[in-house]
């Protein structure tokens, strides 16, 4: 059963970008760093996919759920934030986001949701 987590980014204020886990112990790890059990790997990483998905209709992106998974440092070539990427959406997986790897440094779990 997939779950549902909404991240934050300060550089981004005011915007909510919402992941979907199908990974059973990607989703204990999430739900352990909104806890605050997992300290260390807390950051969101993945593959961007350019296509809305159902789950997160502000964004004409998503991440791959096979493809998330959590960090705590990361190269600068992935980092964006979410509103950024959205702008620039058709430059992605080129020389920007390079692979469509995408791993914003100041993304913060939120909450786990419902959709």
Request: with cysteine.
């Given at each position: 059963?997939?779950?549902?987590?909404?991240?934050?980014q300060?550089?981004?204020?005011?915007?909510?970008?919402?992941?979907?886990?199908?990974?059973?112990?990607?989703?204990?790890?999430?739900?352990d760093?909104?806890?605050?059990?997992?300290?260390?790997?807390?950051?969101?990483?993945?593959?961007?996919v350019?296509?809305?998905?159902?789950?997160?209709?502000?964004?004409?992106?998503?991440?791959?759920?096979?493809?998330?998974d959590?960090?705590?440092?990361?190269?600068?070539?992935?980092?964006?934030?979410?509103?950024?990427?959205?702008?620039?959406?058709?430059?992605?997986?080129?020389?920007?986001?390079?692979?469509?790897?995408?791993?914003?440094?100041?993304?913060?779990?939120?909450?786990?949701?419902?959709?």
């Open positions: 059963m997939p779950a549902y987590f909404v991240f934050v300060p550089s981004s204020p005011g915007h909510e970008f919402i992941i979907q886990l199908d990974d059973q112990t990607k989703i204990q790890k999430a739900r760093i909104l806890s605050g059990k997992e300290t260390e790997q807390i950051h969101v990483h993945g593959r961007i350019k296509r809305t998905a159902p789950y997160n209709p502000k964004f004409s992106f998503y991440l791959d759920p096979s493809t998330i959590f960090f705590s440092q990361a190269i600068e070539v992935c980092d964006a934030n979410m509103v950024y990427v959205e702008d620039h959406i058709d430059e992605a997986c080129g020389a920007f986001l390079p692979g469509c790897h995408w791993c914003p440094w100041d993304s913060r779990l939120e909450r786990e949701i419902t959709p």
